[in-house]
């Protein structure tokens, strides 16, 4: 059920999950954390500017405009999906609706019986085992506003859990789609436990369906990757203007696991995405990639935190911009080598490309090492289009359009290559084109 | 087919090309000589239509179209064509997609439809083979990890793929090991035609052994100082610019 609140604090939201919390699912453990998570972030609040981590994104201006809470209603099931599915890309597909998993909308036949996939509602009844050894486990509640928020409100989301052994032959595609007449808060909430030797592909795309007014979404999804696992999480953000995200990753990785992870944005109006890692067992490797494309007043924040706890694990991240118009860009990339965590390798680079002299983009890499036999780098430019390789280009008969347009296909193509789904390439591609060319 | 009048231009208020004059025919081949610095890369560049160069005064007549009038590629898409001294590097544009782009876009500006795909493989199949370029180079990204051999070379196969009407070629031979010399020299004379230019800037007179040119001209502090047929460079191969510096002076 729903409680519509008008809201606009930290003090509104705090107070207004004494009602809320008695149409919240979950059992005594999950309702346990939900009431941690409450207090956690009455104490952490809405961030102020001043906060060293929200610096450059006003979270304060965003949450000022009054909202309204929704809780957990799909609003619409009667909608036709297809401009949503990826051309070419054959996928089991999920369907969440303003957070909440639509079972009419989503099309998950031929999946393997052993594979889960259904609500995170569903999981808190069906499979308290999981919801115990996972919820709220690599999402800390006291490490950020919006994860303990999004904790103690959420009462939906998307829940997979592939067995150990098991490889996912399709991809699973979870489609987001926002609708509101109203401004509204949102608090989608995943869960993925992927198990020992598996392998997955998860591709989570995010739209508006219909959004004339502006909406706040404050997501969470946890990924679990057990041992020897490998996951593929390709992320792409396609919101309309009003579109608003604070969007939580959160991984977890076990010895020998693979995770890699891409984030391209495209659109939406402002975007804050917190992308944080834990390499909990030996050898693993995970490789970060992002592309953001913004215009207009875009505003897209990408913080990463690689936390390096164990030896002989490799983290790679690459993220790469092209900043148009009036919008703005930041990127912040954590790496921490813990004592333990010797021989590790820990790369990092950020690059972007400002289009106009009213663009910005702010670079901050920290990096925080604490054993002593590692190989770790940073690297991070801004800069205009080359112009000796634009003129080099026009010389050979290109217009400056097409010159331009090939350059920055260029610049983005190491991390285009790095996504291993055909299909979603060649879409990604053609959004590109698209936006590129407008 | 060019013709330049009285040129004078520079870069951050600093004169390089100080009244320079000259007229190729078409047909012609004609090798511009002249010591470090003298403006020999400036003036091509001007030419191809680098912006960052000011012309303050003169005239360039292209096929009777005022050159510095154009764009950079409608420079290239009226025939023009440089074979850049330092040819540039440029990560993840593939050689082989430009190439297709740029033949499409001078085919569109003169009112044709795009090649068709095979078409286009067929040429660059023969111009390769033209310039005994490997077809791997042909596929990597422009120029990058190229020797400096295998740039220079690149450039030449580019002009060998788009065919233009007046090819500037600014010291390709530097740099090239014998060899590729002569299949650079090769591929330019099997390209040389009566409705084809060349201007052709050396420091070597061996270059022009393979490429014979009609004119040799010497550019000294952005003027053409003395001009003469194919035995100019090898009095100065010989002796040296040192004596035409002198009757500059005396002059
Ligand atoms: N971008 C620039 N900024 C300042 N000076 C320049 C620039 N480009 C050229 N020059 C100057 O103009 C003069 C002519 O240079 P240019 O490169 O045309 O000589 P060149 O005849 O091609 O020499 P080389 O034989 O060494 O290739 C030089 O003194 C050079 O330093
Ligand atoms: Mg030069």
């Known amino acids: 059920m729903i409680a519509a609140e008008k809201i606009s604090s930290t003090g509104k939201l705090v107070s207004d999950f004494e009602e809320v919390k008695k149409t919240l699912p979950g059992n005594s453990f999950v309702q346990n954390i939900r009431q941690k998570a409450i207090e956690s972030f009455a104490e952490l609040g809405i961030p102020a500017r001043k906060n060293e981590e929200y610096k450059y994104s006003n979270v304060q201006k965003l949450f000022a405009d009054t909202v309204t809470l929704s809780v957990a209603e799909a609003p619409f099931s009667n909608i036709s999906i297809q401009k949503y599915l990826i051309p070419n890309l054959d996928a089991h597909t999920v369907v969440l609706a303003n957070g909440v998993f639509s079972e009419e909308l989503s099309s998950l036949k031929n999946l393997d019986k052993s594979i889960v996939v259904s609500s995170l509602q569903n999981a808190f009844e069906k499979h308290p085992e999981l919801i115990e050894k996972c919820f709220s486990k690599c999402a800390d509640i006291n490490s950020d506003a919006f994860i303990a928020l999004n904790t103690a409100y959420a009462a939906d989301g998307i829940f997979i859990s592939v067995p150990d052994n098991i490889l996912v032959e399709k991809p699973i595609h979870i489609i987001n789609l926002i609708a509101a007449k109203e401004s509204t808060l949102f608090f989608p909430r995943n869960l993925f436990v992927v198990g020992k030797n598996a392998q997955v592909q998860l591709v989570e795309t995010f739209e508006t369906h219909d959004l004339p007014v502006k909406a706040i979404s404050d997501s969470v999804t946890e990924i679990a990757v057990d041992e020897n696992a490998k996951v593929q999480y390709y992320r792409l953000q396609n919101d309309c203007e009003n579109g608003q995200q604070i969007n939580t990753v959160c991984a977890s990785q076990q010895k020998n696991s693979h995770f890699d992870t891409n984030t391209v944005t495209l659109s939406g109006g402002w975007i804050r995405n917190n992308l944080n890692i834990a390499l909990n067992g030996e050898n693993c490797e995970t490789h970060l990639n992002g592309l953001f494309i913004t215009s207009d007043t875009q505003h897209v924040d990408n913080h990463t935190l690689v936390d390096h706890r164990k030896p002989h694990c490799e983290s790679n991240q690459t993220y790469k911009g092209i900043l148009d118009e009036k919008s703005t860009g930041i990127f912040n990339g954590k790496i921490f080598v813990q004592r333990d965590a010797q021989k590790t390798n820990a790369y990092q680079s950020s690059k972007n490309i400002l289009l106009s002299d009213d663009a910005t983009i702010n670079t901050k890499p920290q990096l925080e090492i604490y054993a002593d036999d590692v190989k770790c780098s940073h690297g991070s430019s801004t800069g205009k289009i080359d112009d000796d390789a634009l003129f080099y280009l026009r010389a050979r008969g290109l217009g400056i359009a097409s010159a331009r347009k090939l350059l920055l296909h260029a610049f983005v193509n190491d991390v285009m290559q790095t996504i291993r789904i055909n299909a979603l390439r060649e879409y990604l591609e053609t959004l590109i084109h698209k936006k590129l060319g407008e | ?251």
Do not use: C
């Not at chain 2, 013709?3 to 208020?13: D, T, V």
């Not at chain 2, 320079?20 to 470090?36: D, Q, S, T, Y």
């Not at chain 2, 740029?102 to 286009?120: V, W």
């Not at chain 2, 990597?140 to 070629?169: C, D, H, W, Y």
């Open chain 2, 1 to 251: 087919m060019l013709s330049i009048k009285n040129l004078r231009a520079g870069i951050e208020g600093k004169e390089i090309i100080k009244g320079f004059n000259l007229e190729v025919k078409a047909g012609e081949v004609h090798a511009i000589m002249g010591p470090n610095g003298s403006g020999k890369s400036t003036l091509s560049n001007i030419l191809a239509g680098r912006e960052d160069y000011l012309v303050s005064s003169g005239e360039v007549s292209f096929n009777g179209k005022d050159l510095l009038d154009m764009s950079p590629e409608d420079r290239a898409r009226e025939g023009l064509f440089l074979a850049f001294q330092y040819p540039i590097e440029i990560p993840g544009v593939s050689n082989i997609n430009f190439l297709k782009t740029a033949i499409n876009e001078i085919r569109a500006y003169k009112g044709l439809g795009p090649m068709e795909a095979k078409d286009f493989l067929k040429l660059i199949k023969e111009k390769q083979a033209l310039v005994e370029l490997q077809g791997s180079l042909a596929g990597r990204s422009v120029n990058e990890g190229f020797s400096g051999g295998e740039k220079k070379r690149n450039e030449i196969f580019q002009m060998a793929v788009l065919e233009p009407t007046l090819a500037i070629l600014d010291e390709t031979d530097s740099g090239l090991d014998i060899d590729a010399l002569r299949i650079v020299a090769n591929g330019v004379n099997k390209l040389r035609s009566a409705d084809r230019s060349f201007i052709v800037i050396t420091h070597y007179q061996r270059l022009l052994d393979y490429i014979v040119p009609d004119f040799v001209h010497v550019l000294y502090d952005g003027v053409i100082v003395k001009s003469g047929t194919k035995e100019l460079a090898l009095e100065l191969e010989e002796k040296g610019y040192d004596w035409i510096k002198k009757e500059v002076v005396e002059a």
